[in-house]
């Protein structure tokens, strides 16, 4: 395929903590593949994060150390973009636009506003509430024809395409309708927290025991494997409904391994959780050990960080630059 011919993709990823294994196995353990075929470009939106209240060094801290793993994950900066959003002022500039062509209406309809507000009841800050419109932003700047996301994205790239639609309507030909584009389920779409297997595995997880973290030492990955709620009925079969939690351990075990559901079924055929349990655990530590050792070369290297992102915003610029000019031309600003 020639480069122009190439489509385009946009994701990004919140510092506002410490990656866990749903973000790996929802979003970023696709990033690599797809930079082969596409022109990719990855973000780490920091300008989300702060929708949270946020301690400014620890921000600061695990803006670099998503850098560090999107590159620990195999992303290659000389195929993609890698950069981080604040330092793109377009995205801003962009979303006060998108701010004007979204209804207050659609934008309370969010289900991630309402459980955020529902989380955080002293800081229901404005931000929050238009947090989908700087996420448009990010992904029409760039004409993006694919997102990759896991499943909690959805509503959030609908409301996406549909201020673009509407946008569109009125200025034709202005953005590039995006499509998300999801693991497919049972292949990490969805990765449950091992505390409460009906709820997404989350970086705010309230039970630490519920979530794993990338950086987190194969001891403590162990533990949480070993303590992960499951039922009585001790088979090890797929059944996302009525055993939610040895489902979840079965994807993962899968993911992690690189065999099929079936085989997994097939491998635990009349064993237990004492058993499978601890196997899970070992699939794991094995499938993050490269990517944390990495991630802690890299951080030393600041140098190199450094270089990346200020390389990746350059280009970045660019490419929204142009997106952002055909927008003022069309809603009627002077040009500068
Ligand atoms: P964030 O930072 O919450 O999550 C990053 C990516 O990880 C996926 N993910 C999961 N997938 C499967 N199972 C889970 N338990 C799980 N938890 C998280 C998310 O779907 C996401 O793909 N709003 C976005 C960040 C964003 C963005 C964008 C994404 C801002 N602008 C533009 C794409 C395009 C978010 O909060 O992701």
Redesign the pocket.
């Known amino acids: 395929m020639s480069e122009n011919q190439k489509k385009t993709i946009?994701?990004?990823?919140?510092?506002?903590g410490k990656?866990?294994?749903?973000?790996?196995?929802?979003?970023?353990r696709n990033f690599p593949i797809l930079q082969q075929s596409y022109h990719c470009i990855y973000?780490v939106?920091d300008m989300?994060?702060i929708t949270v209240r946020q301690e400014a060094a620890a921000l600061r801290r695990a803006t670099l150390e998503v850098l560090a793993q999107y590159i620990a994950c195999g992303l290659d900066p000389e195929k993609s973009i890698l950069f981080i959003?604040s330092h793109v002022p377009a995205h801003a500039e962009l979303a006060w636009v998108l701010n004007c062509f979204t209804m207050f209406g659609e934008a309370s309809r969010m289900t991630?506003f309402k459980d955020k507000s529902a989380k955080h009841a002293d800081n229901i800050n404005v931000g929050l509430f238009t947090?989908?419109v700087?996420?448009?932003a990010?992904?029409l700047l760039y004409q993006?024809d694919l997102?990759?996301?896991?499943?909690?994205?959805s509503q959030?790239?609908e409301i996406?395409r549909d201020i673009a639609g509407r946008f569109n309507g009125l200025y034709p030909g202005t953005f590039v309708m995006p499509e998300g584009y999801y693991?497919k389920a049972g292949e990490?779409?969805?990765?449950?927290?091992l505390a409460d297997p009906r709820m997404?595995?989350?970086?705010s997880d309230p039970n630490p025991g519920g979530c794993i973290l990338l950086m987190d030492k194969p001891e403590d990955i162990m533990r949480k494997f070993k303590r992960a709620v499951t039922d009585s009925e001790a088979s090890i079969v797929m059944d996302p409904v009525g055993k939610p939690g040895v489902s979840n351990l079965i994807q993962i075990y899968a993911l992690a391994t690189g065999k099929t559901i079936a085989e997994v079924e097939n491998e635990f055929a009349g064993k237990g959780y004492g058993e499978f349990k601890p196997a899970v655990g070992e699939a794991v530590v094995e499938l993050l050990r490269p990517i944390r050792e990495r991630t802690e070369q890299l951080l030393a290297s600041k140098d190199y960080l450094e270089q990346v992102y200020t390389q990746g915003a350059q280009k970045a610029a660019y490419l929204a630059r142009k997106t952002l000019d055909k927008v003022y031309r069309k809603v009627g600003f002077v040009a500068r």
């Open positions: 946009f994701s990004g990823v919140q510092p506002s990656l866990t294994l749903g973000n790996y196995l929802g979003a970023i973000c939106v989300h994060a959003q991630q947090y989908p700087l996420m448009a990010d992904i993006a997102v990759p996301v896991g499943v909690d994205q959030h790239i996406c693991p990490g779409a969805k990765i449950n927290s997404k595995m989350s970086k």
